[in-house]
């Protein structure tokens, strides 16, 4: 593990750790505040994100930006990282092996954020941080506390393209994180 943040920014550099090297543009690190109470974590950076190499800019998180305007968060104030770094093709779910080579550094982006809280985006981030027991549909909405740590998972903004009626249930779950912050 990396004490700062420059040294773990650095180590992903030339990252060759997966396949998925072989295919990205940008490594999608991770943005935001370093000091946030409040972390997001998505699955893998989509098409927009790779071009930019940053998480959560194309339609689903522009979504997701309209429903933090609506709860009061402020993207700011959060810390925002995917399980993988780089995109999988055709926006693929990330393969084990793929999520396995990239959670050292999921790891030290939260031993150095230090959340009280994590917003769990999605089924990829809610089974790759908690376990595969985990369903996202149990799981939504619900608080698991684990490690000193409060967890909420709920729906990735890019489902809540795909389902519209999962918007509401978005909005509730970050207004229960908005009222920590």
Request: glycine content about 8%; charged content about 30%; aromatic content about 8%.
């Amino acid at each position: 593990m990396f004490e700062t943040w420059e040294e773990l920014e650095k180590s992903i550099e030339n990252c060759k750790k997966c396949k998925l090297y072989s295919t990205r543009q940008n490594i999608v690190f991770g943005i935001g505040n370093k000091n946030a109470k409040i972390m997001f974590i998505g699955e893998g950076p989509g098409a927009d994100e790779d071009k930019k190499g940053e998480p959560f800019v194309g339609k689903a998180g522009k979504l997701m930006d309209m429903a933090f305007e609506t709860v009061g968060i402020k993207r700011e104030d959060v810390y925002i990282a995917n399980i993988v770094k780089c995109r999988p093709p055709a926006n693929r779910d990330p393969e084990e092996d793929e999520t396995y080579a990239c959670m050292d550094y999921l790891r030290n982006q939260v031993m150095l954020v230090r959340p009280k809280v994590i917003v769990l985006l999605g089924r990829i981030a809610l089974q790759n941080i908690l376990g595969k027991e985990y369903k996202i549909t149990a799981s939504r909405g619900n608080w698991i506390e684990k490690k000193g740590i409060n967890y909420l998972p709920t729906w990735h903004p890019a489902a809540l393209l795909r389902d519209e009626s999962k918007k509401i249930d978005f909005i509730k779950d970050l207004q229960k994180v908005a009222k920590l912050n």
